[in-house]
T-cell receptor
Framework: AQSVSQHNHHVILSEAASLELGCNYSYGGTVNLFWYVQYPGQHLQLLLKYFSGDPLVKGIKGFEAEFIKSKFSFNLRKPSVQWSDTAEYFCAVNANAGNMLTFGGGTRLMVKP | DAGVTQSPTHLIKTRGQQVTLRCSPKSGHDTVSWYQQALGQGPQFIFQYYEEEERQRGNFPDRFSGHQFPNYSSELNVNALLLGDSALYLC???????????FGPGTRLTVL
């Protein structure tokens, strides 16, 4: 069975600080990787996804993530956060077997103005 | 282009009751997945419907059942509600053969 682990449950940053959120998954086969964001009071939105090709993927709002196969990791990064990035971030994985997404526990990010 | 819609927004039930939640997929999507998100946790997969059949199921008891209609909309039914069923229930839609799922706003179920 696949599993996803997000190491940081809560992160507090000041505006303009750099962000890196960790995500590790456990699955022996080929996976598709996703980062979703849930802004306060809003629904889950797709930030970025990796299916194949260049392991560095760019998403919306200046976010990017790097897939490192040897480390089973898919960390999310942003060079300079803004107050509007305050949200909960979820890493998710699905295996080729189907569309079932397995989510990590989420990281709650608070950006202080 | 309407996204994924869910109804109702909020629901309060008592233990032992039954509940039905509804979902309309994004235009052009034919596959609906349901997830349960308990407070402070990530969403957990319940099941997925395609062509009006349950195609995949997560680790949830038979009290959780669903249905998909010819117009691709879907219902999630939960029988014999327990306090632990209190959660945000999310519907996600996708096109069969693609791996990106789009989520609705969810239905917040509270069981008293």
């Amino acid at each position: 069975a696949q599993s996803v682990s997000q190491h940081n449950h809560h992160v507090i940053l000041s505006e303009a600080a750099s962000l890196e959120l960790g995500c590790n998954y456990s699955y022996g086969g080929t996976v598709n990787l996703f980062w979703y964001v849930q802004y306060p009071g809003q629904h889950l939105q797709l930030l970025l996804k990796y299916f194949s090709g260049d392991p560095l993927v760019k998403g919306i709002k200046g976010f990017e993530a790097e897939f490192i196969k040897s480390k089973f990791s898919f960390n999310l990064r942003k060079p300079s956060v803004q107050w509007s990035d305050t949200a909960e971030y979820f890493c998710a994985v699905n295996a080729n077997a189907g569309n079932m997404l397995t989510f990590g526990g989420g990281t709650r990010l608070m950006v202080k103005p | 282009d309407a996204g994924v819609t869910q109804s109702p927004t909020h629901l309060i039930k008592t233990r032992g009751q039954q509940v039905t939640l509804r979902c309309s997929p994004k235009s052009g999507h034919d596959t609906v997945s349901w997830y349960q998100q308990a407070l402070g946790q990530g969403p957990q997969f319940i099941f997925q419907y395609y062509e009006e059949e349950e195609r995949q199921r997560g680790n949830f008891p038979d009290r959780f059942s669903g249905h998909q209609f010819p117009n691709y909309s879907s219902e999630l039914n939960v029988n014999a509600l327990l306090l632990g069923d209190s959660a945000l229930y999310l519907c996600a839609s996708s096109s069969q053969g693609t791996d990106t799922q789009y989520f609705g706003p969810g239905t917040r179920l509270t069981v008293l």
